[in-house]
């Protein structure tokens, strides 16, 4: 998982910060974004007491530049849009939420057998 997250990190905001692949580079940050966020949804809302706060702004953020495309300086607008058609941003963001799903799920899956292992482990 922390190779997925630092690859989803690194990759998808080198794409975003050079406007290339727009939807691509968005897509890995929001579902990157959505999982830490649900890493540090049991410490609360706030980013000051470990919260989901900070991840799920970037996140937003992520998703919401996607949707509205690069701007004018970028390496999308100078290739005239080949690797960023609006019907891309709407596909990959679709995509970065059924795989958040499918992780969130899975993820939800080993905590609760660790919980159960554990309570096993301790009544026995």
């Known amino acids: 998982s922390a190779l997925a997250a630092g690859l989803g990190e690194a990759a998808g905001g080198a794409l975003?910060?050079?406007?290339?692949?727009?939807p691509?580079?968005?897509?890995?940050?929001?579902?990157?974004?959505?999982v830490a966020a649900s890493v540090h949804a049991p410490q609360g809302?706030?980013?000051?007491?470990?919260?989901?706060e900070y991840p799920a702004v970037l996140g937003l953020m992520a998703g919401a530049l996607t949707l509205i495309g690069p701007?004018?300086?970028?390496?999308?607008?100078?290739?005239?849009?080949?690797?960023?058609?609006?019907?891309m941003r709407a596909a990959a963001l679709a995509a970065a939420a059924a795989a958040l799903a499918a992780v969130l799920?899975?993820?939800?899956?080993?905590l609760a057998e660790q919980a159960a292992?554990?309570?096993?482990?301790?009544?026995?």
């Open 45 to 52: 809302f706030f980013a000051t007491e470990g919260g989901l």
């Open 105 to 110: 799920i899975k993820r939800q899956r080993v």
């Open 117 to 124: 292992l554990a309570e096993q482990g301790a009544s026995a």
């Open 24 to 34: 691509v580079g968005g897509a890995a940050i929001v579902g990157t974004m959505g």
């Open 71 to 87: 701007g004018n300086i970028s390496l999308d607008q100078l290739l005239g849009g080949r690797f960023d058609r609006p019907w």
């Open 16 to 22: 975003f910060a050079l406007g290339l692949a727009t």
